[in-house]
Every structure is written in structure tokens, then in C-alpha cells.
Nanobody, 115 residues
């Protein structure tokens, strides 16, 4: 059983930056993929960014060029660096990890961007 836990959310003004962290209880080198999803009030959960074993990444069009996903295998931690934040980025952000083709989710961390 793998556990993942997010941290780093908060309140920031538009144009500001935040870095989210996702700590995994297992080695992230063993993960098939890890990613960040978000869910705004009244909306469906959506993919923000994902990183695959081997290092390939993909991003939602709305965040490409502003957000960067990365991992630190020594710390078993994945990050999401978010720059140039917009009010529409306000959501609960969830960490997802795929190990042996099973999905594991964190409880989420709130990101609020004020205008």
C-alpha cells in the first residue's frame, strides 16, 4: 500500500508563485507515473501535469509554460512549481501516483489565487 500526501497550498495573489509537494511512502522510481490534478468548486477533476517513468511530461494547455512538474527520487517527492498564477487556478490540488497500475491519491491541498 502506497501513501501520498500533498503540502504547499495556500493563498497567493494573482501573478504569484507556489510550489506544491507530494511525498510518497514508496520509491517514486517505481512509479509508472505521477501527476497533479485539480478540482474547482462545481467542476470535474482535471489533469494539470503528469510525469512518467523515464521523465516524459505532459501538461494541460491552460498551465503549459507556467507550471513545471518534477521529482526528487532521493526524497521520494514530486513537485509542482506554479508561476504566474491566475484566479482560475484556484482549486484543490491532488497528487496521484500509479504504482503497479494501481492509482493512489492524496487528500488534496487548497490553492487560492486572489485577483
Amino acid at each position: 500500500q502506497v501513501q501520498v500526501a500533498e503540502s504547499g497550498g495556500g493563498l497567493v495573489q494573482a501573478g504569484g508563485s507556489l510550489r506544491l509537494s507530494c511525498a510518497a511512502s514508496g520509491s517514486i522510481l517505481s512509479a509508472n507515473a505521477m501527476g497533479w490534478y485539480r478540482q474547482a468548486p462545481g467542476k470535474q477533476r482535471e489533469l494539470v501535469a503528469r510525469i512518467f517513468s523515464g521523465g516524459r511530461t505532459n501538461y494541460a494547455g491552460s498551465v503549459r509554460g507556467r507550471f513545471t512538474i518534477s521529482g526528487d527520487s532521493a526524497k521520494n517527492t514530486m513537485y509542482l512549481q506554479m508561476n504566474s498564477l491566475k484566479p482560475e487556478d484556484t482549486a484543490v490540488y491532488y497528487c496521484n501516483a500509479v504504482f503497479a497500475h494501481y492509482d493512489y491519491w492524496g487528500r488534496g491541498t487548497q490553492v487560492t489565487v486572489s485577483s
